[in-house]
């Protein structure tokens, strides 16, 4: 009888092992699960990746961070998202940057991985599980507070305001307006929303929309932006214009410079996420899906409105100035 080697011996029994338990695999070899984000210079955005950074380290998981050079930039988003599935990740999370564009890559991407969504939502029905603010209650939120403010100047909720739209075609942007123009019509009578706009998503064409709506309503009493940059672009334009007093703004989202209009009174209120648990949660949940458990399809992460009374309490500080490092 010939006896076999030690070394042959290991090699069978390393062989019996991968037919009865799958391919073995190595221990310091971590799971993968990427974020895809709108873009990746944003404050906002920042703040979501650090969160997602934050589960990663306390996962042991491989979290690349990823994003296309704007918020317009589509098509550099969807081939972002067909490389990371190329990659075999565990899952991948995403926020998709244009309802419409992204509902087949992502269903296409959801045949061979678990994909969870964030923020904004996307023409597709596969993402395991979507987590965001729910922006319906968000643009409420935004009403009430534009209303208040317009009374504490002016005596009552009354007179012409606007919005500005910050980018066309963005789920989670048209769920603002909707129920920012849904709670004026239903509780505010005696203001009157005299102008729409729609923007590209740059802060200077918000300046510039807000500079004309200054000029074209003499009596314009407030308004209301519906992300960071239209925020920034319109409360420069009322600041130069030394508006502020006169003008109401109530912004989606806060970065230094919208904190910093707030405390002057540029701002009369942020309506502000919390897009650090958004990360935090997504990867948590993503990384859930990939073992096969069960998560919630839907998670909202909730909304608060900011203004100069609440601004330095310690919950606001906590949503105005996220650690992200």
Known sequence: MKLR?????IACSIGILTTLLGPV??????????????????????????????AGQELDLNVPELGAQSESDING??????????GNPAAIVIAPTQFAALGKPIDQ???????????????????????????????RVA?????????AKYGKAEGDVALINSLPGVGSLDQRDQGFKEEIAAKYPGLKLVAI??????????????????????????VFTDALFMGQGAGQAIAE??????????SFDADSKLVGFLKDGTVAALVVQDPFRMGYEGVKTALAASRGEKVAAKIDTGVNLIDQGNMNSTRSEELLNPKLK
Not at 41 to 52: D, K, P
Not at 77 to 86: F, K, T
Not at 120 to 127: H, I, P, Q, Y
Not at 143 to 151: R, S
């Open 241 to 250: 214009n030394k508006a502020g007093d006169t003008i109401k703004l109530v």
């Open 109 to 139: 991407a959801a045949k061979r991985v678990k994909i969870i969504g964030i923020d904004s939502t996307a023409d597709s029905n596969a993402c395991t599980a979507f987590l965001q603010t729910d922006n319906v209650q968000g643009g």
């Open 25 to 54: 695999q190595a221990a310091d070899q971590k799971l993968t699960i990427p974020i895809i984000v709108k873009d990746t210079t944003s404050f906002y955005w920042q703040t979501v990746l650090a969160g997602a950074r934050k």
């Open 143 to 151: 009403a009430d507070g534009l209303a208040a403010a317009i009374k």
């Open 197 to 222: 706009k729609v923007a590209d998503g740059q802060a200077a064409t918000g300046l510039n929309i807000m500079a004309d709506l200054i000029t074209a309503y003499p009596g314009l009493r407030g």
């Open 77 to 86: 988003q969807i081939s972002i998202l067909e490389n990371a599935v190329s």
């Open 5 to 9: 080697s030690p070394i042959t011996l």
